[in-house]
């Protein structure tokens, strides 16, 4: 992940119980990373419901630090390792990502993995909507983002190092049943009949067909830093999730803004996209196919579902980080409150999975 100053409504002091060991994180850095040259200051970032993140600021340089989270962690979750790996394979092939300056794979450095990067200075919109740009440079940036992520899901991931990332095929299977997992084993964070109805019919509901390319897994337009003046992203942010999955469910995760109430994650909806000058649904589906080669995407109302569930599964689990108090986001207690709406959301996308 790489962030401007403003992410996330910007820096904070560093929270209580998040401190990092300044000296033996500037000895690290001297050691690690080129050009490095104290003294240094941190700041925490508001943002990075996961990961606890930071702007570690030089005379002469600004870098991000992300980390694991203090306290008992689920297994597999808070790989910050994987996100270095993946940011650094992405920047063979030229895609928009920060350069990652060194990942320290020793607890005993700061108690718990890290890796830093570089800062990325630029535009990042909190609302979909993007309010106060004309409708011409609105649908620049959309399309911005739609050419960013079909040229994600067109890199040769074995290609730039990437070949064992994850395991190609039965994506939606596994996948299903790891956020079903996760949910139903989080006793301390509750049941949902909604939820629970999903765990049901999404094994049951897989649709034909299979295809692999490296996933972003959150590929949110508050994910992405643009260019300060130009529509165009300088660099894809929040790699927690990423592997190698299916690029339908991917895309239709970054798509389901259309159907996203902003008060959960930036969304567009209840919004007027045509006097916003934004594409419909369906007409940025259809470029995102058109640039990928693809006549149409058979299958989109259940990747759709899916990921309202996977969504829901994940914002499951930051409730039971709130209640066990390892949550790292100042934001966490907000997204527990819009839980119930959300996994209501997933339901429905079931209910209109034949509506266009």
């Known amino acids: 992940m790489s962030v401007s100053a403003n992410f996330n409504s910007g820096t904070i002091a560093v929270r209580e119980g998040y401190g ?36 570690l600021v030089t005379p002469g340089a600004c870098y991000v630090l992300r980390k694991q989270p203090p306290g008992q962690l689920l297994k597999g979750a808070h790989a910050v390792d ?42 990042i919109f909190w609302d979909a909507t993007i309010p106060g740009v004309p409708n011409a440079e609105r649908a620049a940036l959309f399309d911005a983002m739609n050419e960013t992520i079909a040229q994600l ?15 190609p095929g039965n994506y939606f299977e596994r996948q299903i049943g790891r956020w079903s997992k996760q949910y139903l084993e989080d006793e301390e964070a509750g049941r949902d009949p909604n939820m ?59 798509a389901m803004m259309y159907r996203m109430p902003p008060h959960i994650v930036a969304g567009l909806g209840g919004a007027d996209t045509m006097a916003l000058g934004l594409p419909s649904e369906q007409e940025y589906l259809a470029t995102y196919c058109r640039r990928r080669g693809m006549g149409t995407m058979p299958g989109y109302g259940f990747y759709m579902a899916f990921n309202f569930f996977r969504l829901a599964a994940i914002f499951h689990g930051i409730k039971g980080r709130v209640l066990r108090g390892t949550a790292a986001s100042a934001q966490a207690r907000e997204r527990v409150a819009v839980l119930p709406e959300l996994m209501q959301l997933a339901w429905r996308q079931v209910e209109r999975i034949d509506t266009p």
């Not at 000895?27 to 702007?55: H, K």
């Not at 899901?153 to 395991?167: E, N, P, T």
């Not at 959150?218 to 992203?233: A, C, G, K, L, Y």
């Open 82 to 123: 994987r996100e270095a790996r993946v940011l650094t394979g992405l920047a063979k092939a030229g895609f928009p990502v920060a350069h990652v300056r060194g990942v320290c794979n020793d607890p005993a450095v700061l108690g718990t993995i890290f890796y830093v990067m570089d800062m990325v200075e630029g535009r």
């Open 20 to 55: 990092l060991d300044a000296r033996a994180l500037e000895s690290w850095m001297r050691e690690t990373v080129d050009g490095f040259a104290g003294p240094l200051s941190i700041e925490q970032f508001q943002g990075g419901q996961s990961n606890p993140t930071y702007r």
């Open 153 to 167: 899901h067109s890199v040769d991931y074995d290609a730039v190092g990437l070949g064992d990332y994850g395991r």
């Open 196 to 254: 629970d109805r999903l765990v049901e019919w999404l094994p049951a509901n897989i649709p034909p067909g299979d295809e692999t390319s490296i996933v972003h897994g959150d590929f949110r337009i508050d994910n992405m830093i643009f260019h300060p003046t130009e529509p165009r992203v300088l660099a894809v942010l929040d790699w927690e999730l990423s592997t190698l999955g299916h690029p339908g469910a991917d895309f239709a995760y970054h």
